[in-house]
């Protein structure tokens, strides 16, 4: 199988504070890792792209210094919001790519919630 | 314009009926053609993935691509209401790079 988890799942902060999402690949090493946004009843939108060891690439128009990005081992990736604020609610969706392969598996997704 | 236009939908159709989804993109670089199904609330799942031009079957659903005319269908056969979802095409240029994603397509089978 190809099983990637995300946590938490849903997660409601305070304006100001900074939010943490892990995404893992269960039962596969991920080289490549992606990271999307999506607001309601709206497609995906790319936010960027981290491969294991180095660093992000950011889509045009993405903060990196907000959309903190750390793709420390084959298994792990983590998206940091920082300083959150209301227009950051959304749902944000991780997927993994097996190296050498084609397809990306994805996660379940974190509903994050601002207030 | 988009790259990847899809219908948002709804589309509404009996039980037992087939369910016939399109995109269409405008570049011609994309090589690669995925469809994804997207439950509320649920990260997206692969159902079918095809390269260059060419049909492709996996028990109900079948996706075809014609690149001549930046064309790309998915038909579900027997749709069941557990079909109802939002169904996203996806592409790519290369394998391995990123996905650009059409808008989706809501369905909703009716039983």
């Known amino acids: 199988g190809a099983v990637v988890s995300q946590h938490p799942s849903r997660v409601i902060c305070k304006s100001g504070t900074s939010v943490k999402i892990e995404c893992r690949s269960l039962?596969?090493?991920?080289?490549?890792m992606f990271w999307y946004r999506q607001f309601p009843k709206q497609s995906l939108m790319l936010m960027a792209t981290?491969?294991?060891?180095?660093?992000?690439?950011?889509e045009q128009g993405v903060e990196k210094d907000k959309f903190l990005i750390n793709h420390a081992s084959l298994t792990l990736s983590t998206l940091t919001v920082t300083s959150a604020h209301p227009e950051d609610s959304s749902f944000y969706i991780c997927?993994?790519?097996?190296?050498?392969?084609?397809?990306?598996?994805f996660g379940p997704g974190t509903r994050l919630t601002v207030l | 314009q988009k790259e990847v236009e899809q219908d948002p939908g709804p589309l509404s159709v009996p039980e037992g009926a087939i369910v016939s989804l399109n995109c269409t993109y405008s570049?011609?670089?994309?090589?690669?053609f995925m469809w994804y199904r997207q439950y509320s609330r649920k990260g997206p799942e692969l159902l079918m993935y095809?390269?260059?031009?060419g049909n492709k079957e996996d028990g109900r659903f079948t996706a075809q691509v014609d690149k001549s005319s930046k064309y790309i269908s998915l038909f579900i056969r027997d749709s069941q209401p557990s079909d109802s979802a939002t169904y996203l095409c996806?592409?790519?240029?290369?394998?391995?790079?990123?996905?650009?994603f059409g808008g989706g397509t809501r369905v909703l089978v009716k039983p």
């Open positions: 997927s993994a790519q097996r190296g050498g392969e084609d397809t990306q598996y």
């Open positions: 039962d596969f090493q991920a080289t490549t």
């Open positions: 981290s491969n294991e060891g180095s660093k992000a690439t950011y």
């Open positions: 570049n011609s670089a994309f090589q690669y």
């Open positions: 095809t390269y260059s031009s």
């Open positions: 996806a592409m790519s240029r290369a394998a391995g790079n990123k996905l650009t």
